[in-house]
C-alpha cells in the first residue's frame, strides 16, 4: 500500500510487525483515528491475512500427508491380502493335490 506520509507508511509497518508478533498498540484508534491510526490497521489486517492464508496452506498440506498416507497404508493391506491368498492358496494345494493327468492317446483302462 502506497501512504502518503512517512508517518502513515510507518505507522502500516508497525502494525504489520504488531500483527506478525501477536502485538497490538491500544492507544490506537481504528475507527476516529487519523491517518496514521487507519493505516496502522491496515497494516495488521494485513499480517492477520497473511497468517490466515499460513494456516489454511499447512492444513492443505497435512490433509494431503495424510491422503497419501492412508493410501499407502491400503496399499500395504491389500499386498498383505493378495500373500495370504498366496499362502492358502499354496497349503490347498499341498494338502489336496491334483491327481496326475492320462494321455488321452492311450487305450490302457488305468
Not at 496452506?57 to 498383505?80: A, L
Not at 495370504?84 to 493327468?101: G, L, N
Request: overall charge negative; hydrophobic content about 15%.
Amino acid at each position: 500500500m502506497g501512504y502518503f506520509t512517512w508517518k502513515e507508511d510507518e505507522a502500516y509497518r508497525d502494525g504489520y510487525n504488531d500483527g506478525r508478533y501477536g502485538r497490538r498498540d491500544y492507544f490506537r484508534d481504528e475507527h476516529f483515528g487519523n491517518n496514521e491510526d487507519k493505516a496502522y490497521y491496515d497494516g495488521l489486517r494485513e499480517a492477520e491475512r497473511e497468517e490466515e492464508r499460513r494456516r489454511e496452506m499447512y492444513e492443505q498440506e497435512r490433509q494431503q500427508e495424510e491422503m497419501e498416507e492412508r493410501r499407502r497404508e491400503e496399499h500395504r493391506q491389500y499386498m498383505r491380502d493378495l500373500e495370504e491368498q498366496e499362502y492358502y492358496r499354496q497349503m490347498e494345494q499341498e494338502q489336496y493335490p491334483e491327481p496326475p493327468q492320462q494321455d488321452q492317446d492311450d487305450d490302457l483302462p488305468w
